[in-house]
């Protein structure tokens, strides 16, 4: 039987349409220097999903002369305070669309109340949050790691003791009730991240064998 290419692509566009999953997303959240990075690099090396990293993002657009948001951008990031989330929503959003993976790991977002609202008003319907990945570190742990990090040639105008103070504030402050918040819906998966990188990631991929029903 003859089908014209038209109607074969039309056939292709109503299956894709009527089969379409929202795709998977799993937030990782923790203090500056936790692990979220490291961490979500080895997910993605085992589970396949794309590492969507908020703060990677923002520096990526900081550093476009094109944008305007530049030096806002900068501003915050020293002083340790969180950028508007229509800025960063739309990145995140436009990274999600540019990407074919159907399973993203959203790194450093929902940081406030402001993230969390954003995200509810625009995103959330669309996606299938399967959980909060949250990496527990005390404070001392972390800012050993991140000025290890900046001591290293990190680059980043944020890891130094000054802007960490404020970044720890930021993190008490404002995203830990967020953490809160998610422990309502049960939806906080919480690791010990004080451990070795490989002792973490062996908590991690039981949380992701889980998720995935057993696969991996
Ligand atoms: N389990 C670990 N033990 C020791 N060092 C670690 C561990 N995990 C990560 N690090 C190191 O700590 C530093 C911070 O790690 P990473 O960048 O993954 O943290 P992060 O939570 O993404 O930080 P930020 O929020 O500041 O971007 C890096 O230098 C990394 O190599
Ligand atoms: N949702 C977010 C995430 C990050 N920022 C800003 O970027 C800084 C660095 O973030 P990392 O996750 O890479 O540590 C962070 O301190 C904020 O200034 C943000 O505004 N919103």
């Known amino acids: 039987m003859f ?8 056939v292709r566009t109503i299956c894709r349409a009527a ?10 959240l923790g ?39 530049g030096e806002l ?16 929503c ?20 929902p940081r406030n109340q402001d993230n969390l609202q954003g995200w509810n008003k625009t995103v959330a319907d669309k996606v299938d949050l399967q959980f909060v990945l949250f ?9 050993q790691r991140c000025l290890y990090r900046g001591a290293s040639g990190s680059g980043r105008t944020d890891d130094n003791e000054e802007s960490l103070k404020k970044r720890f504030n930021t993190y008490l402050n404002e995203t830990q009730p967020i953490i809160s918040y998610y422990e309502k819906f049960n939806l906080v998966r919480r690791v010990d991240a004080t451990r070795t990188t490989d002792e973490v ?14 696969d991996h």
């Open 73 to 88: 951008i900068e501003n915050y990031i020293k002083e340790g305070k969180i950028v508007p989330v229509e800025i960063t």
């Open 201 to 214: 990631f062996e908590d991690v991929k039981l949380l992701f064998q889980e998720a995935a029903g057993g």
């Open 135 to 143: 990496f527990d570190c005390p404070q001392d742990v972390c800012l």
């Open 90 to 109: 739309s990145l995140l959003e436009n990274a999600m669309q540019a990407s074919e993976n159907d399973k993203f790991l959203i790194d450093g977002f």
């Open 3 to 10: 089908i014209s290419n038209c109607g074969i692509s039309l």
């Open 19 to 28: 089969f379409t999953m929202k795709p998977k997303v799993v937030f990782v």
């Open 31 to 69: 203090g500056p220097g936790a692990g979220k990075g490291t961490q979500s690099q080895k997910i993605v090396q085992h589970f396949g999903y794309d590492h969507l990293s908020a703060g990677d993002l923002l520096r990526e657009e900081r550093n476009n002369p094109n944008s305007e948001f």
